[in-house]
């Protein structure tokens, strides 16, 4: 299970009611700041989610709409934030343009004020720790080195509590060894191995998130099955020829991906001041009615689908 806020919403540009590219996915200890638009320091403190362990930060693209944000974010980091160590997790030419931001405008030669870790992002696994995966897919929007990712709990083997009864296995200490993979020995000398009471591999949760995307027909395998699929919706299709010029997506292509690629709940952001949420929602729900076109501060909890 993944929890996930949105922290800005808006595409391009801050509106009244929307900041810029942010969310954070959190996964039991772990939080992982996707994109950092401007402001995005000021959105953390209105959501009162804090800053601790926003140490590791993964980013779509180099796009300003989506990096300004980690300028601020180092500056307040750098006065009062216990923070030691900052993992920025990035494309090619993003990091290029990032290091420029933090090296050459925050920093300009100064001792960074804790350890700052550029990662490059290439397609595959980025991660595997804790229980869950996170790996990086390439998106097509404008520009080099987009990505999309994937986080997903790893599989489990659930524990059969009506088999151990059958085994005679008593409730407490031991049925938690074999849940942990041990072997244990009954007080009538019988050894019981986990084979005996573990269930076959369940996946777990999978959360996919595409920031701004071009095209869909490319990532369809990506999002396969996803429990949730977080994605750009910055135009409609009255305007498909400006959507197809800047490389974005209409409300509607990004439903028909997510039925194409039989998702169970369509997240819609880096909405647009030139509609209405209303019109959004309607075109993307009139093809796939699992969708919420996302608001600054809305909370969700990705849970894997029976
Ligand atoms: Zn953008
Ligand atoms: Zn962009």
């Known amino acids: 299970m993944f929890e996930l806020i949105f922290l800005g919403t808006s595409a391009s540009a801050p509106s009244v009611h929307r900041g810029l590219t942010s969310q954070v996915v959190s996964y039991r200890h772990q939080r992982f700041l996707i994109d950092c638009g401007e402001g995005t320091q000021r959105q953390i403190l209105r959501s009162g989610i804090g800053f601790r362990r926003l140490n ?5 693209h180099g796009h300003l709409d989506h990096i300004l944000g980690l300028a601020g974010l180092l500056s307040t980091f750098a006065r009062w934030e216990a923070i030691d160590d ?3 997790w990035a494309g090619e030419w993003a990091t290029e343009r990032i290091k420029d931001l933090l090296f050459g405008v925050v920093l300009r030669g100064a001792r960074p004020p804790m350890k700052i870790q550029m990662k490059p992002i290439e397609t595959g696994i980025l991660l595997e720790e804790n229980g869950m995966r996170l790996s990086a897919f390439p998106v097509s929007h404008r520009g080099p080195g987009c990505f999309g990712f994937v986080f997903e ?5 659930p524990f059969l509590p009506d088999r151990a009864d059958e085994l005679g296995i008593p409730a407490g200490p031991v049925r938690g060894d074999l849940v942990r993979g041990q072997s244990v020995t009954l007080s009538d000398g019988r050894v019981v191995t986990p084979e005996e009471v573990l269930g076959p591999p369940r996946r777990g949760t999978r ?3 595409v920031g701004d995307c071009g ?3 490319n990532i369809v395998e990506a ?3 996803a429990d949730g699929l977080v994605i750009e919706a910055t135009y409609l299709e009255s305007e498909t020829d400006l959507a197809r010029k800047f490389g974005h997506l209409t409300a509607r292509q ?4 997510a039925q194409q690629a039989k998702v169970g709940h369509l997240y819609l952001t880096h909405i647009s001041r030139r509609y209405r949420v209303k019109e959004v929602f309607e075109e993307a729900n009139a093809i796939f009615p699992h969708v919420t076109v996302v608001r600054d501060f809305d909370q969700f909890t990705i849970r894997r689908r029976e």
Do not use: S
Not at 56 to 60: S, V
Not at 254 to 257: H, I, M, N, R
């Open 153 to 157: 709990e790893l599989p489990h083997r």
């Open 254 to 257: 990004a439903a028909e991906l």
């Open 86 to 88: 900052l993992e920025i």
């Open 207 to 209: 959360l996919v998130h």
């Open 223 to 225: 999002c396969h099955e």
């Open 215 to 217: 095209r869909v027909d």
């Open 56 to 60: 590791r930060i993964l980013i779509t």
